[in-house]
């Protein structure tokens, strides 16, 4: 089983920061792509970033310039930095990773965390 923790969430002035973090523990082979997602009351989920295991970021249009994702690939870890945050960020934060359980398949499961609250007060 493979388990995603998230922290970092919190409550920030509208032009601040926060640093997310998602951290995969449990036992598997390989983490394939990670990424944010977030949902905000009476909305869909919608994907933020992901980031493949070489390195390459896509971004939401609504955060481009805004948002970078990372991560440490040693530590099994994403991270999100979100700078220049407004009310309109305000929802609850998901981290997922595509996993490979085993080295002998190619199939993926994709994981969620728990989420984390990020609201951004006017």
């Known amino acids: 089983q493979v388990q995603l923790v998230e922290s970092g969430g919190g409550l920030v002035q509208a032009g601040g920061s926060l640093r997310l973090s998602c951290a995969a523990s449990?036992?598997?082979?390989?983490?394939?792509?990670m990424g944010w997602y977030r949902q905000a009351p009476g909305k869909q989920r919608e994907s933020v970033a992901d980031v493949t295991s070489a390195g390459s970021t896509d971004y939401a249009d609504s955060v481009k310039g805004r948002f970078n994702i990372s991560r440490d690939n040693a530590k099994n870890t994403v991270f999100l930095q979100m700078n220049s945050l407004n009310p309109e960020d305000t929802a609850v934060y998901y981290c997922?990773?595509?996993?490979?359980?085993?080295?002998?398949?190619?199939?993926?499961?994709?994981?969620w965390g728990q989420g984390t609250q990020v609201t951004v007060s006017s």
């Open positions: 997922n990773a595509g996993v490979r359980i085993s080295r002998y398949t190619t199939i993926q499961t994709s994981y």
């Open positions: 449990g036992s598997f082979f390989r983490i394939n792509a």
